[in-house]
């Protein structure tokens, strides 16, 4: 089986807009979270949010083009470059074909469509909208302008599955490139979804915390919503050590299940089945597992079921791993969750060094596992996991190891 690794790693997140800020603002505990304020009937609505601050799309993308692109497609871009660039990956008329462009969003481009909204229902003649509205939020606007900007004219399409859809995009990218039908691709999730509607959505559903998020935390109150994208460059190991590339790490598995139970609360069953079978994928045992990059989401009951399902899969190993939640840190990005985590997954099994997962108050009976409460961990971490469990009950995992050398 072909081996899958990591050449390059770009990132727009609300804790760095390149990796490196985002490696060093993830281990010092940094956090994104604010609040956030709109205008609403002439009074000002606040919700806590993780917004990316100060982002310039035309840095990187021509200024004639960038009216087209909605901001998660602008986010994904940017960080789709940056991930080239680290890669070394020269993208030419020849190679082109046999380079994909896979990647997921929840939610796509909701920025433009509360916009439209907007004027269609505030202005009183002649309502207009964008030309270009469709073009902008359509959900496979991300891949879409990924690959007319890079040049690769491989396959290319998008993966909608709730929170998960980062995750599930990187899983069908490691297959493409495992059957041979190409040997490169840039895979990840991006989102921007930070807008009045969609908060006041989240929020009517009960699950948002009024300040912070505090995942597996005693008196956690629920999850705050972010923005961002993280994008990657996959290759096969054979193609990257013949061009001499460097390697962030493998891909080493990938696992998946649904939970055919409720649309919103999750199963202890399926989660546990998504991780028995990334682990299985990447033969790996549980002992193997030094650290997980959990879903946590800072509400009461996601945070129980995650721990009661990984202490189903690891038993009494379960007492040694270490788990956090990044989204403690810039929140919960939907459909570029499982992207932006993925990097600091990365990272960790890189460095030996187990983010934390900050605002924690102290532990719960329903979570008694270890989360690294508030400061990062030195520790030696041969594998880990990326946990995403989505709304719809669609869980996916992916398995990151060190690289060993053939």
């Given at each position: 089986?072909?081996r ?10 609300p ?7 985002f490696?060093?603002?993830l ?13 609403y009937?002439?009074?000002e609505v ?5 917004p990316?601050k100060?982002?310039?799309?035309e840095?990187?993308?021509d200024?004639?083009?960038?009216s ?5 497609s602008?986010?994904?871009?940017v ?5 080239v ?25 909701q ?66 490139l ?10 990840g ?8 509607g ?8 009960r ?12 008196n956690?109150?629920g ?11 996959l290759?096969?190991?054979e ?6 590339a460097?390697?962030h ?5 990938f696992?998946?299940s ?20 990334a ?9 193997d597992?030094?650290?997980?990059n ?12 995650e ?31 499982g ?19 900050i605002?924690?108050?102290g532990?719960d ?18 594998a ?23």
């Amino acid at each position: 089986m072909r081996r899958i690794v990591i050449t390059g790693m770009g990132v727009i997140a609300p804790i760095g807009q390149n990796v490196q800020d985002f490696r060093n603002n993830l281990f010092a505990g940094v956090c994104g979270i604010e609040s956030v304020g709109f205008t609403y009937r002439n009074s000002e609505v606040r919700f806590p949010a993780a917004p990316v601050k100060n982002f310039r799309g035309e840095d990187w993308i021509d200024a004639k083009k960038i009216s087209l692109l909605d901001r998660f497609s602008q986010f994904a871009v940017v960080a789709a470059l940056q991930a080239v660039k680290d890669s070394g990956f020269d993208i030419t008329a020849e190679n082109s074909e046999r380079v994909g462009v896979i990647t997921g969003t929840g939610v796509g481009g909701q920025n433009t469509l509360e916009e439209s909204y907007m004027k269609l229902l505030n202005e009183t003649s002649s309502p207009r909208v964008h030309p270009f509205t469709i073009p902008r939020l359509m959900a496979n606007a991300g891949s879409s302008q990924i690959s007319m900007a890079t040049g690769i004219t491989g396959p290319g399409f998008t993966v909608a599955s709730a929170c998960a859809s980062a995750i599930h995009a990187m899983g069908v990218t490691v297959h493409m490139l495992r059957s041979g039908l190409i040997d490169a691709a840039i895979t990840g999730g991006s989102e921007s979804c930070l807008t009045f509607g969609t908060l006041k959505g989240w929020e009517a559903l009960r699950v948002m915390a009024p300040d912070v998020c505090r995942p597996f935390s005693a008196n956690r109150a629920g999850m705050v919503l972010g923005e961002g994208a993280a994008m990657f460059m996959l290759e096969t190991y054979e193609n990257a050590k013949a061009r001499g590339a460097k390697i962030h790490a493998e891909l080493a598995g990938f696992g998946m299940s649904s939970d055919a139970r409720d649309i919103t609360t999750p199963d202890v069953n399926g989660a546990a089945r998504a991780v028995t079978n990334a682990l299985r994928d990447a033969g790996l045992t549980p002992e193997d597992i030094d650290y997980i990059n959990a879903h946590g989401t800072g509400t009461r009951i996601n945070d129980a079921t995650e721990t009661a399902a990984v202490k189903h899969v690891f038993g009494g190993h379960a007492r040694k791993l270490a788990l956090s939640s990044s989204k403690s840190m810039f929140g919960h990005a939907l459909g570029a969750a499982g992207a932006l985590e993925m990097l600091a997954t990365v990272l960790a099994v890189k460095e030996d060094k187990a983010p934390p997962t900050i605002n924690y108050l102290g532990p719960d009976p329903e979570c008694d596992l270890d989360y690294v409460p508030n400061a990062a961990r030195a520790m030696p971490i041969r594998a880990a996991l990326n946990n995403s469990f989505a709304f719809g009950g669609l869980n996916a995992v992916v398995a990151v190891k060190k690289v060993s050398v053939a």
